[in-house]
């Protein structure tokens, strides 16, 4: 059985930083591609960031381009996604999730496997 457990969330200021991390289990952790998502409160659940099977590839939304980066490590079956220059907007749950395959996609509904989330407030 896939698990798949988020860490990292909390309250940070306008401007600053924070690291999520996702560690997962259950299966071949370096054969799929792997997704962060976030949901705010009354909002639909959105694609934030993915990263390839290998790493290499790397995709994001228009919104965190060039402040947040998804990175992965096979040997230790993790997934991390450092957030900087936060913004207010940024508050939300936010998920890890993993697809069947080891392409990246932005598709909310290829991603067969999600976590518990974890909250991440921004304040202004």
């Known amino acids: 059985q896939v698990q798949l457990v988020e860490s990292g969330g909390g309250l940070v200021q306008a401007g600053g930083s924070l690291r999520l991390s996702c560690a997962a289990s259950?299966?071949?952790?370096?054969?799929?591609?792997m997704g962060w998502f976030r949901q705010a409160p009354g909002k639909e659940r959105e694609f934030v960031a993915a990263v390839s099977s290998s790493g290499i590839g790397t995709y994001y939304a228009d919104s965190v381009k060039g402040r947040f980066a998804i990175s992965r490590n096979n040997a230790q079956n993790m997934v991390y996604l450092q957030m900087n220059s936060l913004k207010p907007e940024d508050t939300a749950v936010y998920y890890c999730?993993?697809?069947?395959?080891?392409?990246?996609?932005?598709?909310?509904?290829?991603?067969?496997?999600w976590g518990q989330g974890t909250q991440v407030t921004v304040s202004s």
């Open positions: 999730a993993t697809r069947t395959t080891g392409r990246i996609t932005d598709s909310l509904s290829e991603y067969d496997y």
């Open positions: 259950g299966r071949t952790f370096s054969s799929y591609a």
